[in-house]
């Protein structure tokens, strides 16, 4: 399904990343309680004076991956000032996703603007941590990129396409990254490849594209660490601004502080 979007201008992009949005609104991954980091963060983002035009929600949506933790991620996704889009992460089961999710705009992979297109691009196998594009998905994108040859192209996608030197973390990229590189490598008009999965800030520029990935609005991992190691900052976002002209700004945003509920366990929650 296509989604058609038209301002304009440029396009004011939110992206929300790494929910783990539970089944029961109390449970806490280590330590933190995921619904309520999410509630910070979509009050930290409304009570900004930026404006939003789009905003896409990039996998690991909920941690059980069930029926009522979609059923609570979609409640408090409402609060959004503009419309939502979603895809699937490592935790994520299609199944309950598309029952939950009727609204025909969640099964959008493809957002038409008058200058750019955003393509959702799946990379999660069932009930697997690590990512994979298959061949079905593959042609997919190929096809939508020569669809549009005058548009820029942003690709957003759950788990990143290079290392991000945490050695536990790259283990899981996407396991034919190399074949996906080569076909942005002879795509002119992309201009970004966006991530969640690492619950950490990353930019790499790679030709004439950057690849990025997004902090989590709830745990975040330590970057360049060999182990599984958490660190105290607070939960975020990224903001984006698409131009006419095929440039972009972006801007991780930080809201309030990571809170942990006192004396609960903490360690690798299965990521």
């Not at 004439?208 to 745990?219: D, E, G, K």
Request: glycine share 6%.
């Amino acid at each position: 399904m296509k989604y058609s979007f038209d301002n304009g201008g440029s396009v004011h992009l939110i992206q929300i990343t790494d929910c783990h949005i539970h089944n029961e609104k109390h449970m806490l991954l280590s330590g933190v309680n995921t619904f309520d980091s999410l509630n910070q963060v979509l009050d930290g983002l409304n009570s900004s004076a930026e404006p939003v035009d789009l905003v896409v929600v990039t996998g690991d949506l909920t941690h059980e991956g069930d029926a009522r933790a979609y059923q609570s991620l979609l409640e408090q996704l409402e609060k959004l000032p503009a419309p939502y889009f979603w895809l699937a992460g490592n935790h994520d089961h299609l199944q309950f996703m598309l029952e939950v999710g009727t609204n025909e705009r969640l099964r959008t992979k493809q957002i038409i603007l008058p200058h750019w297109q955003i393509l959702m691009l799946d990379s999660h196998i069932e009930d697997e941590v690590p990512g994979d594009v298959s061949q079905s998905e593959l042609s997919w994108l190929a096809t939508a990129l020569r669809e549009h040859p005058d548009k820029y192209a942003a690709i957003f996608v759950h788990h990143h396409v290079v290392p991000v030197k945490c050695a536990w973390l790259d283990t899981q990229l996407i396991a034919n990254a190399e074949q996906l590189l080569t076909l942005f490598a002879n795509t002119p008009q992309l201009k970004f490849v966006c991530s969640g999965h690492v619950h950490q800030e990353f930019a790499q520029q790679q030709g004439h594209f950057s690849l990025l990935t997004t902090p989590s609005t709830c745990v975040q991992f330590k970057t360049v660490s060999d182990d599984y190691a958490e660190d105290e900052l607070a939960p975020g976002y990224r903001r984006f601004a698409l131009h006419p002209d095929g440039s972009f700004d972006t801007q991780v945003i930080r809201v309030g502080e990571l809170v942990r509920v006192p004396g609960t366990q903490r360690g690798y929650p299965g990521f």
